[in-house]
C-alpha cells in the first residue's frame, strides 16, 4: 500500500534553534518527493522537490535530504524563526501519471 | 507567472445555493487538479484534468462539478452542498507527465456551507 508517514505530528521549538521533520514513504514506483510549508488557511508552498538521485537539496534555512534506499526524507530547519510556524508537508508522486501520496503534515510552532 | 490563481478566496453559501470556485493558471501547464483539505489533515485529491480533459475522480459526489473549458482554467461548480462540505478547497497545476517540477498549488478558497 502507498503511504507517506511524518513524524512527529507537531512540534514546538524556541526561535532560533534547528529542528529536523521525518518523512518515510512506501510509494512505488518513486518518481520525487516535495516538502511544502502551508501556513492555516493558505495553500501550501513548495520548499524543495528531490528525485531518486539527489541525497541532499537546500532552499535558504531549509535542507531536504533523501534516502531512497530507505525510503526515508526529512527537512532541517536552522536557525529558526517565528515565521516558519507552519504546517509541513512531505508529498510523494509515484510513477502512475499524477498520483500524488500525502503524508498528515508535521505542526511546527516556534516561540519567542 | 508562475502562480496558481484562485477566487474567490472565502466564500459562504447556503444549501440550496449554486456557486463556482475559478482557478487559473498561465505557466503553460497541462494538468489541473482539485483537492479538499479539511482543518488539521492533508489535502485530499478530488479531480485531475489533463489536457482538459478528466483524468481522475476519487468518487466526489455529483454536488460537485468540474469544468476545464481551457488549458489555463478549471472550475469546480458546486450545488446542494452540506455543512460538512465546508472546508479549503485547493487547486493545483503541474507539467502533465513530468512531476519532477512545476507543481504549484494556489492559495486556497474557503467554504463555509450554511
Known amino acids: 500500500k502507498n503511504q507517506v508517514e511524518q513524524s512527529p505530528q507537531s512540534l514546538i521549538i524556541l526561535e532560533g534553534k534547528n529542528c529536523t521533520l521525518q518523512?518515510?514513504?512506501?510509494?512505488?514506483?518513486?518518481?520525487?518527493l516535495r516538502w511544502y510549508k502551508q501556513d492555516t488557511g493558505r495553500g501550501p508552498v513548495s520548499l524543495t522537490i528531490?528525485?531518486?538521485?539527489?541525497n541532499t537539496k537546500s532552499n535558504g534555512r531549509y535542507t531536504a535530504t533523501l534516502d531512497a534506499d530507505t525510503k526515508q526524507s526529512s527537512l532541517h530547519i536552522t536557525a529558526s524563526q517565528l515565521s516558519d510556524s507552519a504546517s509541513y508537508i512531505c508529498?510523494?508522486?509515484?510513477?502512475?501519471?499524477?498520483?500524488?501520496?500525502f503524508g498528515s503534515g508535521t505542526k511546527l510552532n516556534v516561540k519567542p | 507567472d508562475t502562480e496558481v490563481t484562485q477566487t474567490p478566496k472565502h466564500l459562504v453559501m447556503g444549501m440550496t445555493n449554486k456557486k463556482s470556485l475559478k482557478c487559473e493558471q498561465h505557466m503553460g501547464h497541462r494538468a489541473m487538479y482539485w483537492y479538499k483539505q479539511k482543518a488539521k489533515k492533508p489535502p485530499e485529491l478530488m479531480f485531475v484534468y489533463s489536457y482538459e480533459k478528466l483524468s481522475i475522480n476519487e468518487s466526489v459526489p455529483s454536488r460537485f462539478s468540474p469544468e476545464c473549458p481551457n488549458s489555463s482554467l478549471l472550475n469546480l461548480h458546486l450545488h446542494a452542498l452540506q455543512p460538512e462540505d465546508s472546508a479549503l478547497y485547493l487547486c493545483a497545476s503541474s507539467q502533465s507527465g513530468s512531476e519532477a517540477y512545476g507543481y504549484t498549488f494556489g492559495s486556497g478558497t474557503r467554504l463555509t456551507v450554511v
Open positions: 508529498v510523494v508522486s509515484a510513477g502512475n501519471f499524477n498520483k500524488f501520496y
Open positions: 528531490m528525485t531518486f538521485s539527489e
Open positions: 518523512c518515510n514513504y512506501t510509494v512505488s514506483p518513486f518518481s520525487n
